[in-house]
Structures are given as structure tokens and as C-alpha cells.
């Protein structure tokens, strides 16, 4: 690669916010047809440096070269005019509009007299759709899509570009397995077609399955690149925190109090049927499945966002109905939710009002006033969970994304709940904080907690968890124990094969 000139570089990039030093003299430059991955913990820098790149913010100090022309980034339609294309960590969609306006925003066909040319502009949205084999189409309205599916959108508008670079923040966040496939087969083939690729991700997984390179960011500054082939996840964390991690299974296990949740032949079809489990206080119930298999949906249901169609919920061994998430907070249940940008947080409002906001305009008295002054327990939070922020006046929007997610945890936390449910808690979190948040999990468990997570990450489900519920299209299929679980069996319950064992 070394006789190449690099499709882009950056050099000496230096950026501060108030407070905080975000960049502090950053060199990086991607190859033609090279996958490089940027990596570093949450609050490192990455989203800030692939900013400064798409001229959304201007550096403080050093230089961009494209072509090995330096160049000034104006703003992201000089970066994408210039061939740099982005999908970004946050989706940028507009939600009134359809999927083909979304994509083609600001350069939608024409026909005489400067009308729009819908047939022309579905026409070619659907054969960008086609290659993404999504399920939706060019008219769709975006605002109707999963999550999933707008991020899709945001990369087939990457794809409209004749692009030199293209750069994904935490595409794979919300995708599916097949999902995720396509994705990778789209990296592909920019790939074969020369176009530099920076990829960013905290999942080592496709870090190592899909790049060439690894660049690490600690602090704002460059820690070094690796070639793929040649490292192994514990040099890329050892760069990126500065020690390694024992990931071995937590083995302080403790003794179990009284069931604290019962929940009987549950049905809310077609969503979910007959789901019956109980948990423990001091036990964490691990909840595994594909996207889509209906846990989310349980969980919401348990928290008063669903209403069942049968079945009965029980809290220390007494019926309940749980009618709204007022409710199910007073019983003493927290919800986690998955989706921290649409149920979890105020972006525009600070980081100690995001954690000590009432989840509920009633819920102003009650057990669930915390102690202490509210700086107090963001204090308190912002040290458990390692929030990096210069302070509690923070707008929450300009924090990191796995920093929004702390904040998010805090909140129901500081709730002090006895059920404490958790979907999908370390989306988009470092491997550091990650290992620490599955730590606090299992301390929770051991102060008495009764703890359900939610996850789509097999080591994450089996590492905290004391028993692993495996559910497939709406159905329990088999409850493991710690002891039983291997990687094989829990695979095997989770792809619907062989029938729904008793649990
Ligand atoms: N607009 C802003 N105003 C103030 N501070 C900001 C702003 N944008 C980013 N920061 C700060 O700059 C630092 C770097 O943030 P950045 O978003 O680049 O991290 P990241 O490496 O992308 O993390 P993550 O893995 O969590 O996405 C953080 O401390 C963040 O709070
Ligand atoms: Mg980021």
C-alpha cells in the first residue's frame, strides 16, 4: 500500500469545545479500497475527527488533504462534492418525507420548467433499494421505518455519491444479522471499486471479520494504527484503554432472595404468547434472541407500554395489572429502553435534568424522590457508570453516544427500582465501560436487585446472566442455567430448531 497515495489524510487535526480538548493533534489518512477502522473509547474523538472531515466543524488547527491538495471543508456539501460521504452515528433523515426524497434531497430530477420528475426519482430510489434488499420502497415515508430500516435509507444516500471516501459511524448499532450482511457485502463492493472505507465500531467482531487497518484514538489522541491481520483484540484494547480486560465469566454468585417477578402463560399476539418465567431478587435473567423474537415487546409489556391479551403478571407473589409506566415505576419496575434517542433522552437538556427528570409528570412524590440534591446524584452516577463530561451543565446532545447511553442507565438507576429491566444496555459502549456496565449489572444482582437484560450479544448475555430465557418468534423455547448454557445449545433454542422445551 505504501507506493499509494491515500484517498484522504489529516493531519495535526486539533479541536476544542469548552472544556474539553476532543482532538489534540490527530494524524489519519485512509488507502483506495482499504477498510479502516477508527476505534477508541466512548468520548475519544472518532464522531469529532469524521466531523472536522465533513466540514462540520472546523479545526482548530491542521489540515485536510485530498488528493494531496490541501483543502478547506466549508461545510458537509463541500465534503461530499469533493467525494467524502457519510453515515452518520445519529440518523439525519427527514421523517415527513418519503425514502426517495430523503435520499435524493437537494438534487431531485427535474423535468422541464424545473417540476420534479417523481416517476424518474422512484425509478432510480428503487434500484438502490433493490441492491439493498430492504423491504420498503421508494415512497415510503421515513418517519414509518424501524430504526433499522432508516439506517438503511442513510446508506443508500451514500450511495448515490460518486464517492472517493466513505465513511460509517456505528452503522451496525441497530441492524439485524441479515441486515448486517448486506451491509457488508455494500462495504465490499465500494471496496472493489477503490473507494476508501473509515469504519467505526466497538464491536471487535467486525472490526476484525471486515477491516484492514485499525487506528486508535485515546483522549483525543492518536494511540496508532495496526494492521488486522497482525493484532488481536487485546492489543487494540490495550491501546484504546490502556489495560487489558478479564472477560472470563463474573464468578461471585450469591444467594437468592424471594421471586420478585412471576409472569404466567403472558400472551400479546401477535407479538408474543405464552411466556411464563420468574426471576429472583438477586438474579439476572438473560434475555436471548434474534431481532425481532419479542423481547422488547415483553418488556415493554411489563412496564405498562402494552396491554396483555392474557395471561397474569405477578410482583412478590401478588397479581398485578400494570397499566401505564407510572404504574409499573410506583410498583418498583424500571424500563432501560433500546432506542435512547426516541424514549431515553431530552437532547437539548442538560446532563443532571436528563437524569433526574421525573420518567412521569405525577411522579413528583412518592418513594421515588431521591435523596440528596440532584447534582448530587448525577455526581454519584456520573463516577459509577464513568460519564465523561466536563460537567452536569452539559447538554446532553454534546455528549458521545455511549455517554448518552451511561446517562440513560443513570437515570433509571437513581430510580432505585426492585425489577430493573435493561434492552440492550451496551449498544454503541466501549469495551471498557462495557465490561464496567455488566459489572454494575451483576452488583445490582448482588444488593438485591432482580435484574432482565436484553441483549442480542451472546458473550454479553452470557456473562452477566444467572439463567438465559431463549426465545424464538414470540415463544419461550428454553430456559438455561448458568451451568448448562453453551454457545451450541443457545444458537440452537434461539433458530426455532427443535420444538419449545418446558422451561
Ligand atoms: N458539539 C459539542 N460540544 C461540546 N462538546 C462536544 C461536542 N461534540 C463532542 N464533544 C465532546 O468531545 C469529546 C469527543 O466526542 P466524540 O463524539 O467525538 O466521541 P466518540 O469517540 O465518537 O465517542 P462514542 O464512541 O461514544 O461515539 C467528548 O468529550 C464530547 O463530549
Ligand atoms: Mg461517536
Known amino acids: 500500500m505504501t507506493d499509494q497515495t491515500p484517498a484522504l489524510r489529516l493531519e495535526g487535526i486539533v479541536k476544542t469545545f469548552p472544556g474539553v480538548r476532543a482532538l489534540d493533534g490527530v494524524s489519519f489518512s485512509v488507502m483506495p479500497g482499504e477498510v479502516h477502522a477508527l476505534m477508541g473509547e466512548n468520548g475519544a474523538g472518532k464522531s469529532t475527527l469524521m466531523k472536522v472531515l465533513g466540514g462540520i466543524h472546523q479545526p482548530d488547527e491542521g489540515r485536510i488533504i485530498v488528493n494531496e491538495v490541501p483543502v478547506v471543508m466549508s461545510g458537509p456539501l463541500e465534503a461530499k462534492a469533493k467525494g467524502i460521504v457519510f453515515i452518520h452515528q445519529e440518523l439525519s433523515l427527514a421523517e415527513e418525507l418519503t425514502v426517495a426524497e430523503n435520499i435524493y434531497l437537494g438534487e431531485l430530477p427535474r423535468k422541464r420548467f424545473g417540476l420534479v420528475d417523481w416517476h424518474k426519482l422512484d425509478a432510480m430510489t428503487n434500484v438502490i433499494l433493490k441492491k439493498l434488499k430492504v423491504g420498503f420502497d421508494a415512497k415510503t415515508r421515513v418517519g414509518d421505518l424501524s430504526i433499522a430500516n432508516q439506517q438503511m435509507v442513510e446508506i443508500a444516500r451514500a450511495l448515490t455519491v460518486d464517492a472517493k471516501a466513505v465513511i460509517f459511524d456505528e452503522p451496525t448499532a441497530s441492524l439485524t444479522d441479515a441486515e448486517k450482511s448486506v451491509l457488508f457485502d ?6 472493489k471499486a477503490g473507494v476508501g472505507i473509515i469504519y467505526i465500531s466497538h464491536r471487535m467482531e467486525e472490526i476484525f471479520k471486515i477491516t484492514d487497518r485499525i487506528s486508535v484514538l485515546r483522549d483525543g489522541q492518536y494511540r496508532g494504527t495496526l494492521d488486522t491481520a497482525e ?50 431478587a438477586g438474579e439476572v435473567l438473560g434475555f436471548y ?20 391479551s392474557a395471561g397474569q403478571i405477578l410482583l412478590g407473589g401478588e397479581e398485578v395489572r400494570i397499566q401505564s409506566p407510572a404504574d409499573a415505576i410506583a ?48 455526581d454519584q452516577y456520573r463516577d459509577k457508570l464513568d460519564i465523561r463530561t ?114
Open 289 to 308: 434472541g434474534l431481532v425481532g423474537a419479542g423481547r422488547t415487546e415483553i418488556a415493554e409489556t411489563l412496564f405498562g407500554l402494552r396491554d396483555p
Open 231 to 280: 493484532t488481536s483484540e487485546e492489543e487494540v484494547t490495550q491501546l484504546m484503554i490502556g489495560r487489558t480486560l478479564d472477560l472470563s465469566r463474573s464468578a461471585s454468585r450469591h444467594e437468592l432472595g424471594d421471586v420478585a417477578l412471576e409472569v404466567r402463560g403472558l400472551c400479546c399476539k401477535p407479538l408474543f404468547e405464552d411466556i411464563s418465567f420468574e426471576v429472583r
Open 331 to 378: 410498583r418498583g419496575i424500571s424500563l432501560v429502553p433500546e432506542d435512547r434517542k426516541g424514549q431515553g433522552l431530552i437532547l437539548g437538556m442538560n446532563c443532571r435534568d436528563n437524569m433526574t427528570l421525573p420518567q412521569v409528570d405525577d411522579l413528583t412524590a412518592g418513594p421515588f424522590v431521591a435523596e440528596g440534591s440532584e447534582v448530587a446524584i448525577f
Open 186 to 191: 455494500v462495504i465490499a463492493d465500494l471496496q
Open 390 to 503: 466536563p460537567g452536569w451543565k452539559q447538554l446532553v446532545g454534546n455528549l458521545s453516544g455511549g455517554n448518552q447511553q451511561k446517562i440513560v442507565i443513570g437515570k433509571w438507576l437513581s430510580m432505585h427500582p426492585q425489577v430493573l429491566i435493561v434492552d440492550e444496555p451496551t449498544r454503541g459502549i466501549d469495551v471498557g465501560s462495557k465490561s464496567e456496565i455488566h459489572n454494575l449489572i451483576r452488583d445490582l444482582a448482588a444488593q438485591g436487585y432482580a435484574v432482565l437484560v436484553i441483549s442480542s450479544e451472546m458473550p454479553e448475555v452470557l456473562h452477566v446472566s444467572d439463567r438465559i430465557v431463549a426465545m424464538y418468534s414470540g415463544r419461550i423455547m428454553r430456559t438455561f442455567t448458568a451451568g448448562e448454557v453453551t454457545e451450541d445449545n443457545l444458537i440452537q433454542a434461539i433458530s426455532g430448531i427443535g420444538g419449545a422445551t418446558a422451561a
